[in-house]
């Protein structure tokens, strides 16, 4: 049974950093794409990252480009996504999905239809 769990979320300071976790289970890290999602009260959910099993690269939407890090541990089956110098309009509730028969372009960012497996998200929020 394939299972994401986030965890990690919470309320920060403009500036801050939080790492978000992801733990899976039912796949291998090797053979899917993960992605962050973020998805803010009134609009639409959005790619913020996503780390390619196939190829072993990471690929993030501009907005966090250079700001956030994601992460895997294979050993724990876990994606991470290291988040530095936050601001407010990072607050959202952070979601981790699993694509596991993705074959297409990483850029722009897979959409969320993309997507099989999702987690229940996290709430981050980011005072200013």
């Known amino acids: 049974q394939v299972q994401l769990v986030e965890s990690g979320g919470g309320l920060v300071q403009a500036g801050d950093s939080l790492r978000l976790s992801c733990a899976t289970s039912g796949f291998t890290l090797d053979y899917v794409a993960i992605g962050w999602f973020r998805q803010a009260p009134g609009k639409e959910r959005e790619g913020v990252s996503c780390f390619s099993g196939r190829d072993g690269r990471s690929y993030y939407a501009d907005s966090v480009k250079g700001r956030f890090t994601i992460s895997t541990d294979n050993v724990k089956n876990a994606v991470y996504l290291i988040m530095n110098s936050l601001k407010p309009e990072d607050t959202a509730v952070y979601y981790c999905?699993?694509?596991?028969?993705?074959?297409?372009?990483?850029?722009?960012?897979?959409?969320?239809?993309?997507?099989?497996?999702w987690g229940q998200g996290t709430q981050v929020t980011v005072s200013s």
């Open positions: 999905a699993a694509a596991s028969g993705y074959s297409g372009s990483y850029d722009p960012l897979p959409s969320a239809y993309e997507y099989d497996y």
